[in-house]
């Protein structure tokens, strides 16, 4: 049995005996963890191209089913809230119930909620369907972290950690460009007709395969602390989320004037709701850690390294997801492009992101974060920047340089900051950390999105009434949302410097970090 340090605030982590053991540089990993490991990556695949395919079908959707863009928008808006709902639980499920039961139960949800959505008669169902999706596909990241954490040895985590990158970065560019295909050449209902039968394969092999890869516990779930959760988090999204859907669905006269009061009055109720349980819920976790119940124990934030990499992660999520939700409107609405030219325009940035991934593990695996954070912050704010040129008139082939270059910067970036903030917790913290970075770049990228379509809506208007042309009027509004964008990726250039790779040490020995 390992002795390890349960406390993450300290400067000491102790590495487990089937990590210390692996520093001999032997084989990475067990076939069977291997298997395992594989299966949670086509997973996670799976889960993230459905949400990457579905964005480019709004339109269609509201053609098709006859409804409004704002009851579109909740086919977005549910999805979310769900994510921020239950994503700060999963850290006490990942701990409470095995490996292979979560894996079931996140594929059985995602796989259900893609097939309601594939014969969903009308949108109401289909909105339940996106929930029930939604529910799987928030178990299934936190599910990959936290066992990756668990089975691979510390000087090989930012190989493993770079093929997370890949997943998440290929999964982004197949997506949209696969959705535009399939809504020019057939209808919506294909985009879940695709997933589902990969999800279901996955499903089988994964009941077949998968087995338990940590210890579980036998706590009692905190019913108050996942109420004071979901109120907290899903009232902060959902306000997030309105303000987005305000900016971007305008009108005007006393349609206007309406709907801009309720806008106002579901803001208010949303925030003040949403604030206040939360602050009952850090109490209630507070309370709850000291006998080892919290639903999501705090105590990660007492590693400075960890909390750190909080900041930068929230910073990257923000402009990241606000920066690729502006890009599309900008190239449709102001270039008049369309999806499918959209698709492939972005797509050597993301194929560029995925591919870099496992050799930017093996660099962080040999020299730390810093030789690719400092670099990574440079880059990506460099483009963001020049992003704020973006004019009218601008070349496609320009915007797609860019977007591969700061593609680049990103690949840089995030592979380290999940590595490095990961491994500055002893592995009794591991889901509850995952849990936490999940969150933060669920509630981060609500805010990033929200705040830059809100920026875009306000400028073009205010553009649009002094005369300018529906292009140049579009292409302001962009520019001043890219500057949101540039703004945020200052701080990250601070950050940069300020993050470590923490130690590998051997049992009895402590780490640094």
């Known amino acids: ?30 076939p069977e963890q291997s298997r395992v490991v594989w299966l949670l990556l086509a997973a996670a695949f799976v889960a993230i191209l459905n949400e990457t395919t579905m964005g480019v079908a709004i339109p269609h959707l509201i053609g098709d089913l006859g409804i409004t863009a704002v009851e579109a928008q909740w086919l977005t808006t549910a999805f979310m809230l769900t994510m921020a709902v239950i994503i700060p639980i999963t850290g006490f499920l990942l701990r409470r119930f095995t490996t292979r039961a979560a894996f079931i139960a996140a594929m059985s949800l995602f796989s259900l909620g893609t097939l309601v959505a594939l014969l969903a008669p009308g949108y109401p169902l289909l909105v339940v369907a996106r929930v029930i999706q939604a529910s799987g596909t928030a178990i299934m990241m936190p599910l990959l972290m936290t066992t990756l954490m668990t089975v691979v040895p510390p000087h090989a985590r930012g190989r493993m950690m770079g093929r997370v990158s890949v997943v998440m970065s290929l999964a982004p560019a197949i997506g949209p460009t696969l959705s535009g295909f399939l809504l020019d050449n057939l209808n919506w209902r294909w985009i879940f007709g695709v997933v589902l039968p990969i999800a279901l394969v996955a499903l089988a092999m994964g009941a077949r395969w998968i087995h338990n890869l940590g210890e579980t516990t036998r706590a009692p779930i905190d019913v108050l602390s996942v109420v004071l959760s ?71 934030f007492r590693s400075r390294n960890f909390s750190l990499s909080m900041v930068q992660i929230a910073l990257l999520a923000m402009a990241f997801f606000g920066a690729i939700t502006t890009l599309p409107l900008y190239m449709q ?81 995030f592979t380290p900051l999940f590595t490095a903030s990961l491994a ?3 592995p009794k913290f591991y889901s509850y950390g995952s849990a936490v ?22 400028v073009t ?30 701080p990250m250039i601070v950050g940069a410097f300020l993050i470590r790779k923490p130690a590998e040490s051997p049992v009895g020995a402590p780490a640094e970090h």
Do not use: K, N
């Open 230 to 300: 979901a109120l907290g988090f899903g009232g902060l999204v959902y306000g997030l989320s309105q303000i987005g859907g305000a900016g971007a669905h305008g009108a005007t006269g006393a349609a206007a004037r309406a709907a801009e009061t309720l806008s106002t009055v579901s803001l208010i109720v949303s925030f003040t709701v949403g604030g206040i349980s939360l602050a009952l819920f850090i109490w209630r976790q507070l309370v709850l850690q000291r006998v080892d119940d919290a639903l999501l124990d705090l105590r990660v």
């Open 461 to 490: 208007a205010s553009a649009s009434e002094s005369g300018l042309s529906d292009a140049a009027a579009g292409a302001a509004g962009s520019r001043a949302a890219f500057l949101i964008a540039a703004i945020l990726s200052l």
């Open 333 to 413: 609405s102001v270039l008049e492009i369309s999806p499918f030219e959209t698709g492939l325009t972005v797509l050597p940035g993301a194929l560029a992101m995925g591919l870099l991934g496992p050799v930017i593990g093996r660099i962080y695996d040999r020299w730390g974060t810093r030789v690719l954070l400092i670099p990574g912050a440079f880059i990506a704010s460099g483009m963001l920047w020049l992003y704020t040129t973006f004019d009218e008139h601008t070349s496609i082939w320009t915007i797609a340089i860019a977007q591969t270059v700061l593609s680049i910067g990103l690949a840089l970036s």
């Open 1 to 30: 049995m390992a002795t390890t340090d349960t406390r993450p605030g300290t400067d000491s982590i102790r590495v487990p005996e089937a990590s210390a053991a692996a520093g001999s540089r032997g084989p990475l990993l067990a």
């Open 437 to 458: 970075v999940g969150t933060t770049q669920q509630v981060a990228g609500a805010a990033g999105i929200a705040l830059m379509i809100t920026v875009l809506s306000a």
């Open 424 to 426: 500055s917790l002893t």
